[in-house]
């Protein structure tokens, strides 16, 4: 989870971090099943090349408060 004032920017430096999180977990859970990244954050995500490869869902804040 991240909270932001403004749409969150993942940079080159947290894309690579989130991969290697990524990699990590697959590896300490020997899991063969797909890993998705998601991000809950208060203003989403600011869509970008890095965003592109690494995030595959979001939700933000409008999610939590809809009405069902």
Same mark, same amino acid.
């Given at each position: 989870?991240?909270? +932001? +004032? $403004?749409?969150? $920017?993942?940079?080159?430096?947290?894309?690579? /971090?989130?991969?290697?999180?990524?990699?990590?977990?697959? +590896?300490?859970? #020997? &899991? #063969?099943? +797909?890993?998705?990244?998601?991000?809950? &954050? $208060?203003?989403? $995500? /600011? #869509? =970008?090349?890095? #965003?592109? @490869?690494?995030? @595959? =869902? /979001?939700? &933000?804040?409008?999610?939590?408060?809809? /009405?069902?």
């Amino acid at each position: 989870m991240k909270f +932001s +004032s $403004t749409p969150f $920017t993942i940079d080159k430096k947290y894309a690579a /971090e989130l991969a290697k999180k990524v990699q990590a977990f697959t +590896s300490a859970t #020997r &899991t #063969r099943k +797909s890993v998705f990244v998601t991000f809950i &954050t $208060t203003y989403g $995500t /600011e #869509r =970008n090349a890095y #965003r592109d @490869q690494v995030v @595959q =869902n /979001e939700l &933000t804040m409008d999610a939590l408060f809809a /009405e069902l």
